[in-house]
């Protein structure tokens, strides 16, 4: 088992140990938020004929010639087309057919005059204009030919795919499974949100924050309660997870006295690949992996906020690879201080920061009381700031690596236009 | 009723006829993605007692003056403070306890010292620091004290306020309610996805895409089907409708020959506000609103580029007023172009655009074809490029205002430590 690794050296070997889930066919709008595992290629063509873009009057062009307001054209309306069929015989010259925006456009007809450059009189149409040929008429095919691809593995789901594939007639599709996340947490300590917290007992927190923040991402959480500290009821819990793809526990696996999580897990097949990692928050993170199929299995600390930050770091990454995703992390962006910022060398600190745009740039400040204890520098943190493990100081006016966890930290309170 | 008017006048129009959600009070649990509507006061500490940052031992910092790796402090060691419970006496002088992290503090002790930092032979302790007050003692309240506003009004719910919440013991809470949709299509040329598309039949992906932009936004979409071209079958479905929030229906408001939709919005006590938006693609978009009570009803065009972007442009941002949401817009940035655009002036365009970060800026070009029947300009998309309605062109190397629609844009594919 190796210790005290960097953080890139431990999302590393996080990444390397995580598979790609295998693929499920769903219903479309069942995949919403679900990457592609297998490419899309048409069997249509869309649209499926050449159509109008206008109401009005399909007709020969060759029939308009110099046709305005002054000499209109006069052609016989021969037929409607009706929404939803086709016409059953083509135009012939001197004749016009009454279409509706899609409508197909008839056998003979070249063109599409509007409405608006018309005048009808019973089936006596006059044209006031001289239109191209193919205007206002849209091809058949324009959008996509028949054998076009037009999903790739990896695209997202959304609403313009969904539109896509229903467009197309698919009403399934193969997307990455969801990754199945199982929760627990160990301590005497520990009580669910609803119970007393007299004496020593607090809340066990992690587990409801971590199941959220599994659903942030489109992961299932599988919540299994809290193990109290014996061998032998975490090890029960622990084996409740077994058939699950990720088993993340928060606290209990550490060097502390009450530490059997480690023992129970080496008992039921999964081998720790390692123990700390140089980051703060959140050093005793534990990453293990059964040698004959399992879960990954992550040992988050217990603090609220290492175990909600070692997650964002190294279990949320592994979740989005899993699904299937081409970019695995959040967006980052390069902020200005506007404040001191000074530790000792040795582990990366991951600084919980709001974040400001003015001025043409973004500006960052700390939440305040960095301590892993105080879960309000979590619900205050739009941002976390990368103060790398060897650097001592950033000082106000200088810029760093900011994470930005926060979505809404991107929408506008203006449209744009 | 209006007609013609700005892309900013209709979304005006709109957002003033939108009012919020009334709350409604949710498990926790449920509440992620939600809107709070009301403000949260906590009723507890928050950590409920003074407590250790260490494994280690409580003690009396007086016991320890000038206590060196040298000439090491000697302590008894009481009792061991067990997890979940407290100490039942306080230390006395000379004496100190076992104490691991996050238990409380005993009484009469005011520092922890770290186990790396002492030596234990049966309940003899040597201590080899002097500790300062307070070391290692992570205060009562230092995260929340009773009476602290925690979470304001028109805080979104994710993970971190999923812990703060189960940490204050709340398993309840007071959100805005969730949007119900209404989605319908009118058409006899429109076919479920499932169904033949012979003849001039078009399957009706309008409803499927709006109710995936529904989802992604966190509304509720209810599905009412197709109507076919007769006032009847339109006023049954419309009807079905009538006890939603909003109702959106693609196609059938128009001044085509086929429109019963506005006679029979009418009857129902729907007044038309406006028809007909300066914008492209999406002009022929309708908005309406009841007399008495019901729901704020949009007529979509009919082109499945054309309703997507009346959906994303005021649809979108009404929901999520009504969500009780801060910002009510996509993200936007400036975008440097690498071809030229051209068109008349008249009509705000939105170009579907493909957008690249590259030279510390963002490049954006379009993704082609951009009739409002091709589904691809859509799939393709990241943002949507504004092109004011009184300019007719914007040449390669001129920034302009991107809307960015596709979340997994601002992804990254580096973890930024």
Redesign the interface.
């Known amino acids: 088992m190796q210790t005290g690794l960097s953080?890139?050296a431990a999302?590393r070997t996080i990444l390397d140990a995580t598979p790609v889930a295998p693929s499920e066919t769903l219903p479309?709008?069942a995949a919403?938020?679900r990457v592609l595992a297998a490419a899309v290629e048409s069997t249509?063509r869309?649209?499926?004929?050449d159509n109008s873009?206008m109401?009005g009057y399909a007709v020969r062009s060759a029939d308009l010639r110099h046709a305005s307001a002054d000499r209109p054209g006069e052609l016989r309306v021969a037929y409607e087309?009706?929404?939803?069929?086709?016409a059953d015989r083509a135009i012939e010259p001197g004749e016009a057919a009454r279409i509706?925006?899609?409508?197909?456009v008839p056998p003979g007809a070249d063109a599409v005059v509007r409405q608006e450059d018309t005048a009808i009189d019973g089936d006596r149409l006059r044209v006031f204009v001289e239109p191209a040929p193919r205007e206002h008429i849209?091809d058949a095919g324009?959008?996509?030919e028949v054998g076009d691809r037009?999903?790739e593995v990896g695209?997202?789901i959304?609403?313009?795919?969904?539109?896509?594939?229903?467009?197309?007639?698919?009403?399934v599709v193969s997307v990455h499974q969801r990754p199945r996340v199982a929760i627990l947490s160990t301590?005497?300590?520990?009580v669910e949100?609803?119970q007393p917290?007299d004496?020593?007992?607090?809340?066990?927190?992690?587990s409801?924050?971590?199941?959220?923040?599994c659903?942030?991402l489109g992961a299932e959480p599988i919540y299994l309660g809290i193990a109290r500290?014996t061998p032998i009821a975490v090890e029960e819990l622990f084996r409740g997870g077994l058939s699950a793809d990720f088993l993340v526990s928060s606290a209990g696996v550490s060097?502390?006295?009450?530490d059997f999580v480690r023992g129970v897990l080496e008992k039921l097949g999964c081998a720790l690949v390692f123990w700390g990692v140089n980051i703060k928050p959140g050093y005793p993170l534990a990453f293990g992996r059964f040698e004959h199929g399992g879960p990954l299995v992550f040992g988050l600390p217990?603090?609220?906020v290492s175990a909600?930050m070692t997650f964002e770091?190294f279990v949320r990454?592994a979740l989005r690879k899993r699904m299937g995703?081409?970019?695995?992390?959040?967006?980052?962006l390069r902020a200005t201080l506007t404040e001191d910022l000074r530790k000792k060398a040795g582990r990366?600190h991951f600084v919980r920061v709001e974040l400001e745009r003015r001025d043409g740039g973004v500006f960052a400040r700390s939440t305040g009381?960095q301590?892993s204890?105080?879960?309000?520098s979590?619900?205050r943190?739009q941002g976390l700031l990368?103060f790398?493990a060897e650097e001592t100081a950033i000082v106000a006016g200088e810029t760093a690596?900011?994470?930005?966890i926060?979505?809404?930290f991107?929408?506008?309170?203006?449209?744009?236009?």
Do not use: K, W
């Not at 869309?46 to 004929?49: A, E, Q």
């Not at 087309?81 to 086709?86: F, Q, T, V």
């Not at 991107?410 to 236009?417: I, L």
């Open positions: 953080a890139n999302l479309v709008s919403v938020g249509r869309l649209p499926p004929h873009a109401d087309i009706p929404a939803g069929g086709r509706l925006t899609g409508g197909p849209r324009e959008d996509v037009v999903l695209d997202g959304g609403p313009a795919e969904v539109g896509m594939l229903a467009a197309l007639g698919r009403s301590g005497d300590e520990l949100p609803d917290v004496g020593g007992r607090i809340v066990s927190s992690n409801y924050s971590l199941a959220a923040q659903r942030e500290d060097v502390g006295d009450r217990g603090n609220p909600m770091q990454p995703h081409r970019c695995l992390f959040r967006p980052t990366l009381n301590s204890g105080v879960l309000r979590m619900t943190a990368i790398p690596t900011v994470q930005v926060d979505p809404e991107f929408a506008s309170d203006s449209s744009g236009f």
